[in-house]
């Protein structure tokens, strides 16, 4: 119970850092309810529908709610998209051809979109295999973007900008939503005519405004991450300018079919109300890791951020002495779990990535990352990313466990 003192104790050194997250959940609440009720949302849109899904009104409904709530024309939310690295594939394979450029002005991108792209290493079937040129800008010395290589290096005729907003398995900072305003406009001075494109995944309601209200035009996400509330099964979403979200459904589906087709296998109840719930819900991923952060650099660690600092994304690094940590750390987060926490966790490959992870993921639905999780790449700097969590309560029971266990 000691720890539980200096659990109290500590929140009530982050009490205003708590309200600022909570005041960030009420104005997102605010506007996915005024979506849901533009929208006109019954319950006759959550039921499923089977074969080709024409005129799949609960489909079209869901779609206009993310549209508005993210400030785009169209959107695309399927369960057919397998993970936020499917969305993100059919927006750069539906948008991007043999010869044109393709720019990451974020540093290199997140491990799986490296072999999207077959960048450092060729892969079959990848962006540089179909020729389309690839070049990215690195970050400066603070590792945050680069506006004056951007201003000098961008090439004018280049297709796409793509912006990672969260900081994925790496240690720079995610890019909060005054980043990418500033960031839009840098690219857009230098190449008016570009896409900017963003990844958005671990970044939604975790800010007052989203990346196409301050200036990008398309934005792409996995369901089973923020949006999705923990509740979504399975899914990605894409939302942006019109003509862009039809080109990544062309991809996706088909020439000429986009997003008319695609029946909706899940019962839509557990995207809408997911939706519902996921401003409150990234509200509580935020808040513990806060925590995390707080506590950790009690104990003498690195955390980025750091418990005080802006916060673009619901990731928390906390870098710890060496392997043997990590595994401690991640085996403490899995076995306090509600599911699976007899499992045993090792370092293994997993697809798409370069070095072998460990991943704590005793989540309802299968590694799920909105749900309290962590994955640590087996590299060093021995930094685990810890992110998620449906209910501030859950955190706080493992902050407890791993104090108790720590030393
Ligand atoms: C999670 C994530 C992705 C996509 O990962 P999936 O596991 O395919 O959903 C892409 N970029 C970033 C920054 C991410 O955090």
């Given at each position: 119970m000691q720890v539980l003192t200096r659990i109290k104790s500590a929140e009530r050194y982050l009490r205003e850092r708590f309200e600022e997250i909570d005041e960030i959940a009420f104005s997102n609440q605010v506007k996915v309810l005024e979506a849901f009720k533009q929208e006109h949302i019954q319950d006759y849109h959550f039921n499923q529908t089977s074969g080709y899904g024409y005129g799949d009104s609960g489909r079209d409904a869901l779609e206009a709610v993310y549209s508005q709530v993210f400030a785009g024309e169209d959107a695309l939310v399927r369960s057919q998209i397998v993970s936020g690295t499917h969305a993100i594939t059919a927006c750069l394979m539906g948008l991007l051809q043999a010869g044109d450029s393709l720019v990451s002005v974020s540093g290199s991108p997140y491990d799986t979109l490296r072999t999207v792209i077959g960048w450092p290493v060729p892969q079959k079937g990848s962006l540089t295999e179909r020729?389309?040129?690839?070049?990215?800008?690195?970050?400066?010395?603070?590792?945050?973007?680069?506006?004056?290589?951007?201003?000098?290096?961008?090439?004018?005729?280049?297709?796409?900008?793509?912006?990672?907003?969260?900081?994925?398995?790496?240690?720079?900072?995610?890019?909060?939503?005054?980043?990418?305003?500033?960031?839009?406009?840098?690219?857009?001075?230098?190449?008016?005519?570009?896409?900017?494109?963003?990844?958005?995944?671990?970044?939604?309601?975790?800010?007052?405004?989203?990346?196409?209200?301050?200036?990008?035009?398309?934005?792409?996400?996995?369901?089973?991450?923020?949006?999705?509330?923990?509740?979504?099964?399975?899914?990605?979403?894409?939302?942006?300018?019109?003509?862009?979200?039809?080109?990544?459904?062309?991809?996706?589906?088909?020439?000429?079919l986009g997003k008319e087709l695609g029946a909706s296998l899940i019962n839509n109840r557990l995207f809408f109300q997911g939706l519902f719930l996921a401003p409150h819900v990234t509200a509580q991923a935020m808040k513990i890791a806060v925590l995390f952060a707080y506590l950790f650099t009690e104990l003498g660690y690195e955390t980025y951020p750091r418990w005080n600092e802006s916060r673009g994304d619901i990731v928390q690094a906390v870098c710890l002495a060496n392997e043997d940590e990590v595994q401690r750390f991640c085996q403490h987060l899995q076995s306090n779990s509600p599911v699976g926490s007899r499992v045993h966790l090792e370092y293994a490959p997993m697809p798409g990535y370069d070095s072998q992870i460990i991943m704590a993921a005793g989540t309802f639905v299968q590694g799920s990352s909105i749900e309290l999780s962590c994955d640590a790449p087996l590299r060093s700097p021995y930094c685990v990313y810890m992110q998620g969590g449906l209910s501030y309560e859950h955190g706080r029971y493992v902050a407890c466990k791993l104090l108790e266990n720590w030393y």
């Amino acid at each position: 119970m000691q720890v539980l003192t200096r659990i109290k104790s500590a929140e009530r050194y982050l009490r205003e850092r708590f309200e600022e997250i909570d005041e960030i959940a009420f104005s997102n609440q605010v506007k996915v309810l005024e979506a849901f009720k533009q929208e006109h949302i019954q319950d006759y849109h959550f039921n499923q529908t089977s074969g080709y899904g024409y005129g799949d009104s609960g489909r079209d409904a869901l779609e206009a709610v993310y549209s508005q709530v993210f400030a785009g024309e169209d959107a695309l939310v399927r369960s057919q998209i397998v993970s936020g690295t499917h969305a993100i594939t059919a927006c750069l394979m539906g948008l991007l051809q043999a010869g044109d450029s393709l720019v990451s002005v974020s540093g290199s991108p997140y491990d799986t979109l490296r072999t999207v792209i077959g960048w450092p290493v060729p892969q079959k079937g990848s962006l540089t295999e179909r020729g389309v040129c690839y070049g990215e800008i690195a970050l400066d010395d603070h590792l945050g973007p680069d506006y004056q290589a951007i201003a000098r290096e961008l090439p004018p005729s280049c297709k796409m900008a793509m912006i990672q907003r969260s900081r994925g398995y790496s240690l720079r900072p995610a890019l909060n939503i005054d980043d990418l305003r500033r960031l839009c406009q840098a690219i857009r001075y230098r190449a008016p005519g570009t896409i900017i494109f963003i990844d958005n995944c671990y970044g939604e309601f975790t800010d007052l405004y989203e990346p196409l209200e301050i200036g990008a035009d398309l934005i792409a996400g996995s369901l089973i991450k923020n949006p999705g509330g923990g509740l979504a099964p399975s899914g990605g979403y894409i939302v942006g300018r019109q003509e862009l979200v039809e080109s990544a459904a062309f991809h996706l589906t088909a020439p000429g079919l986009g997003k008319e087709l695609g029946a909706s296998l899940i019962n839509n109840r557990l995207f809408f109300q997911g939706l519902f719930l996921a401003p409150h819900v990234t509200a509580q991923a935020m808040k513990i890791a806060v925590l995390f952060a707080y506590l950790f650099t009690e104990l003498g660690y690195e955390t980025y951020p750091r418990w005080n600092e802006s916060r673009g994304d619901i990731v928390q690094a906390v870098c710890l002495a060496n392997e043997d940590e990590v595994q401690r750390f991640c085996q403490h987060l899995q076995s306090n779990s509600p599911v699976g926490s007899r499992v045993h966790l090792e370092y293994a490959p997993m697809p798409g990535y370069d070095s072998q992870i460990i991943m704590a993921a005793g989540t309802f639905v299968q590694g799920s990352s909105i749900e309290l999780s962590c994955d640590a790449p087996l590299r060093s700097p021995y930094c685990v990313y810890m992110q998620g969590g449906l209910s501030y309560e859950h955190g706080r029971y493992v902050a407890c466990k791993l104090l108790e266990n720590w030393y």
